[in-house]
Each structure stands twice: as C-alpha cells, then as structure tokens.
C-alpha cells in the first residue's frame, strides 16, 4: 500500500442486516463499512460531507478496489482503519478492516474527484479549505 499520510480507526459492530443467511457479511456490505470508516477521517479533520457542500463541492466516488482476504460475521466488531494517501488532486484513501481478533479481513482503496457543484465541473485540484484542513492534521500546521 502506498505511503499513509494520516489514519483514523472505527469500531463497526456487525449487525444480523449486514449478514446472509450463513452469517456471513453481504460482500456488498463492506462498501458500506468503507464509507463510515471515511466519514469518520473527514469528521476527524474538520471537512465533512457537510463541509464540502458549504463550499460548493461534491466527491463522488470514482475509483473502488476491494480484497476479501477474510469473512467477517454476524455479532463481531470489527475495526475500519481508514488513511488518506492523497488529497491535493484527488480524495484517496485506502482501508484496512480487521476481525475483532486482530486478523485482516479486507483492504480497499477508493478515489474521489471535486465536482464544483454549480456547473458541474470536474475539478483536478480539491478546494483550499480541504488542503488546508489535511495539512492541518497531517503536520500539525
């Protein structure tokens, strides 16, 4: 995996919805799982999905890439490490989950592009206030 630049983890308790009928975790699932390991990373540096909106932005998702290495299953909590790679062209981040034991179960990488939402346009440099707010957690500036 490329060089981790800042990490967040979350604990996810795994529920009977998240599960198929063996009580294993739906393999589609684990997108969900990624997405609240990635909220939790933008809530930590101060530039939420809320944040991105106020500044007329959009990141939607425009790369996924996902490794099952291991199940994880019904009643576990599992831990979501989720670390940001790049963030001044694009939002990449890359995830590791763990079993409640310790085992990896999964890794992923998922990229994301600045949308201006006014006219729709791709961006390929993300907003100041975003850089500004990773520099801030990344070095402490």
């Known amino acids: ?3 981790k630049l800042y990490s967040v983890e979350t604990k996810i308790k795994i529920e009977f919805y998240d599960v198929d009928s063996m009580k294993i975790v739906y ?5 969900k799982f990624l997405e609240v390991g990635r909220c939790a990373l933008l809530d930590k540096i101060g530039y ?3 944040e991105m909106e106020k500044d007329g932005y959009s990141f939607p998702i425009t790369k996924l890439n996902v490794k099952y290495i291991r199940s994880l ?8 490490k989720t670390s940001v790679v790049e963030y001044e062209n694009m939002l ?5 989950i763990f079993k409640e034991d310790g085992t990896l179960a999964t890794t992923a990488e998922t990229c994301q ?3 201006r939402m006014k006219d729709m346009e ?6 100041e206030r975003m850089i ?10």
Do not use: W
């Not at 393999?27 to 997108?31: E, Q, T």
């Open 48 to 50: 939420n999905y809320n």
């Open 27 to 31: 393999h589609g699932n684990y997108v």
């Open 92 to 96: 990449k981040l890359q995830y590791e």
């Open 122 to 127: 791709t961006m390929f440099v993300c907003p």
């Open 113 to 115: 592009m600045a949308i």
């Open 132 to 141: 500004k707010k990773f520099r801030s957690a990344i070095g402490g500036n």
């Open 1 to 3: 995996m490329k060089n």
């Open 73 to 80: 299953v019904f009643g576990e909590t599992a831990i979501v």
